[in-house]
């Protein structure tokens, strides 16, 4: 069954079109399942309506025509109830309905399963039988895996669907809608730029080109490249291969040869397809035939072919990654946006960013949070390879994304890209005045850097310090680790920057979803396993030469302070306070003149809240990775989409946590920060500062709202509202109160201006 089911659903994701894939499923269904009849019905959310699509066995003419009411029929009714139905006598149920043009009168029992993408019911797979009998449970087993299975695919052919063939590419302008997962505020109006990631066929795009010839010869110069390092490859291993091992290099050499994939990509260019998109396009066939194979050795040959397939591509993709142009208003899309792909984007045409995975709280959101570009993450469900060069707009507020919006909407979001664009202006009248409650409460607010362009911003905004330092960018960004002079050098930069506010540098914090491609963490759960302090401990030879890059780097400033992330108890800070003890005595013995500076833990781990006094009383300052401790407290992986909307910072549980690392952290006498995305929310931050932290870090972009914010209540206010919060257990209900209380109090205005669209 499992092998079945696999081929039919590769077979249908393959299909080029929703209608092809329907045919597919419903051929491929009925022969599997030895029914007489299948059929799917899709829901056509405009009319609300379950629209027979496809069906063999039913008369075919029926298709497009016969359509039920959810309050209607068999189909109807296992829409309805999302779940499968399993009728002897299909007739003799009341909620029976006969379609005469379908010819179905004759089929006796009945079978349908419901199709259900992300909660919502999509369609209805049916298979029905003359005979009367009851189908067995292994029968609908079968039937309600591969409507499973086939949910995705559909919902991802009927997305294609509506955006096929429009904009650069063709006409009928039709509006969509993606949902996605908020990333950062705001919204854009904009072009689409797909970046692929290096080398990857799968996700290639279909793009029509006009310069056919120019598209051949891009071709020919790939395949020629790729033959000659092929040959070099065959020569390089002579000693080391056995001839017949070595054959497999003429097969390569065969395969790429005109009369075979060489002649196949080239014919498919001359249709006006450009040549990464006819390559894709050939070799996605070749791997599907070979993978149907039922002979192991010859399903084997998917990967050489695969293989060589990549190698093109990656020739093809640098020829084009030399010419790729940004157009004004650029947004960014990719199946997984990389903090690298967006310095690659000219100042000033990036407006704002699609990535298919990822969440709100992934690395590359916070960046773009940094950067003020409005983002949507985890658009599972965009087919984001087919809308290079269309129109989009980017809701970052609701974490939306339009394809082909028609005019009136494009309107709506210019109003609010404007009105954001006033309201920004406005706050930065703010930057010269105290974080200062109405009743005399002065709450100080720090950034959080890691680009270059930070520095900047958070000076323009007026920030009193630097409360996360995210070390790992200039790791980051680089093909090796930096030395400790090159550290030095970053660091000074920063520390001088801000002198003589304080900088609060992170050791690396590498792991989870940040990696450094020159050494590569491959772990089933990466944010379980090897992360942040676990790294550094694990190799003290990083740890002791980032430390010393610091101290050295802070030599005559002294405005440098020293934080630990994802220190999950007292002897990790021991050896952390070891090491850093150790680098100290080290620069001081080479005759730098430098303070030993305050060292901090960050609370980021459950094991750490429960500990927090005694952390405390081992260090100066803690300061809270809320990011990380809501992901652990509440076991929703930060970066993952499906589970985005359970990842709740507001969730009761988090704020409980809060409280009890301010109150452990003022027991011991050492003053508490919070540097995760909640302290730039700016009704969140109300909170924070009714808890008691002593200082706020957040991204640039944020500082002046959560500035306004907090300036135009009293802490005895916020005091109020959050006792009213705590005594709240369902996070709902917590976030409405305190939408409902900040909007009573006239304090909303800040919070998202594209509200009304939505509304
Ligand atoms: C956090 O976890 O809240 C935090 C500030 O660190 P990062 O987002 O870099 O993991
Ligand atoms: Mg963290």
């Avoid at 050499?253 to 075979?260: P, T």
């Avoid at 990656?314 to 960014?332: F, G, K, M």
């Avoid at 303070?595 to 980021?604: A, N, R």
């Avoid at 809240?609 to 809501?630: H, I, K, P």
Wanted: a negative charge; glycine letters at 8%; aromatic letters at 6%.
């Amino acid at each position: 069954m499992l092998n079945t089911l696999r081929k039919i659903v590769q077979e249908v994701n393959s299909a080029k079109d929703l209608k092809a894939a329907l045919t597919i499923i419903v051929q491929r269904v009925k022969e599997a399942m030895g029914s007489q009849v299948c059929s799917v019905y899709l829901l056509d959310t405009e009319t609300n309506r379950f629209v027979l699509m496809a069906t063999e066995g039913l008369n075919k003419r029926s298709i497009g025509k016969v359509s039920m009411a959810p309050s209607e029929g068999l189909v109807g009714l296992v829409g309805t109830r999302e779940e499968p139905l399993n009728l002897e006598d299909a007739a003799s149920h009341p909620r029976f309905r006969y379609f005469a043009e379908t010819g179905e009168e004759r089929y006796a029992s009945f079978l349908g399963a419901p199709i259900i993408h992300h909660r919502r019911v999509v369609g209805v797979l049916v298979i029905q039988q003359k005979e009367r009998r009851q189908f067995d449970e292994g029968e609908e087993a079968f039937l309600v895996t591969m409507s499973a299975q086939l949910a995705g695919v559909i919902a991802h052919a009927e997305a294609t669907g509506s955006i096929r063939g429009l904009g650069k590419q063709g006409k009928g302008i039709q509006e969509a809608k993606f949902i996605g997962v908020a990333g950062s505020p705001g919204a854009a109006v904009g072009t689409a730029v797909v970046v692929l990631p290096p080398a990857d066929l799968e996700v290639v795009p279909d793009k029509a080109v006009d310069d056919i010839a120019a598209e051949l010869q891009l071709f020919n110069q790939a395949l020629e490249r790729v033959r000659e390092d092929m040959r070099a490859l065959s020569a390089k291993l002579a000693t080391q291969l056995r001839p017949e091992e070595r054959a497999l290099f003429d097969v390569y050499l065969m395969m790429l040869d005109d009369a075979a994939l060489g002649s196949e990509v080239t014919t498919v260019i001359k249709t006006g397809q450009w040549a990464q998109g006819a390559l894709r396009q050939v070799v996605g066939e070749h791997v599907n035939r070979f993978e149907l194979m039922d002979d192991a050795y010859l399903r084997e040959r998917a990967s050489d072919v695969k293989d060589l397939g990549r190698r093109l591509l990656a020739y093809l993709q640098q020829e084009r990654q030399q010419s790729l142009v940004y157009p004004d208003n650029t947004i960014l899309v990719s199946e997984e946006l990389s903090p690298a792909m967006l310095g690659e984007v000219p100042a000033g045409k990036l407006v704002g960013l699609v990535s298919v995975l990822g969440s709100g709280n992934s690395h590359v959101a916070i960046f773009a949070r940094a950067m003020g570009i409005p983002t949507v993450m985890g658009a599972v469900d965009l087919p984001y390879s087919k809308i290079d060069g269309i129109q989009l707009i980017v809701d970052g507020y609701h974490g939306e994304v339009f394809t082909n919006p028609s005019e009136v909407l494009r309107k709506q979001y210019a109003e609010v890209v404007e009105e954001e664009r006033q309201l920004t202006q406005g706050l930065s009248a703010l930057r010269a005045l105290p974080c200062e409650t109405l009743d005399g409460h002065r709450m100080p607010l720090w950034v959080n850097t890691g680009l270059l362009a930070d520095v900047v911003r958070a000076q323009e905004r007026g920030a009193e310090g630097v409360g996360l330092y995210r070390t790992e960018v200039p790791f980051m960004i680089k093909d090796r680790f930096p030395s400790e002079k090159e550290q030095l050098a970053i660091y000074r930069e920063q520390l001088a920057a801000f002198h003589p506010l304080p900088v609060t540098m992170r050791s690396l914090d590498i792991g989870g979803d940040k990696a450094l491609s020159y050494f590569p963490i491959k772990e089933d759960n990466p944010f379980l396993g090897w992360r942040g302090i676990r790294v550094t401990l694990d190799h003290p030879e990083i740890f002791l030469v980032q430390t010393r890059a610091m101290l050295k780097a802070s030599e005559g400033l002294d405005n440098l302070r020293i934080l630990l992330p994802m220190i999950s108890g007292t002897r990790e800070l021991e050896e952390a306070l070891h090491l850093i003890h150790r680098a100290w005595g080290e620069v001081r013995d080479e005759g730098a003149d430098v303070l030993l500076p305050p060292v901090g833990v960050m609370i980021e781990i459950p094991a750490a809240v429960y500990q927090v006094r005694e952390l405390a009383r081992q260090v100066d300052f803690l300061s809270v990775g809320s990011n990380d401790l809501t992901q652990y407290l509440l076991a929703v992986d930060r970066n993952n989409p499906r589970v985005a909307d359970l990842y709740d910072f507001l969730h009761p549980a988090v704020l409980q946590a809060l409280r009890m690392v301010v109150d452990g952290a003022h027991a011991e006498g050492k003053p508490v920060s919070i540097c995760g995305e909640m302290a730039g929310d700016p009704s969140a931050a109300v909170l924070l500062m009714a808890m008691g932290f002593d200082s706020l870090s957040m991204n640039a972009t944020n500082l002046p709202k959560v500035k306004w914010l907090l300036r135009q209540i009293s802490l005895s206010k916020a005091k109020e509202l959050l006792a009213q919060l705590m005594a709240i257990d369902n996070p709902q209900v917590t976030h409405s109160t305190l939408h409902l209380a900040l909007r009573n109090l006239g304090l909303s205005r800040v919070l998202n201006p594209a509200s009304a669209i939505q509304a």
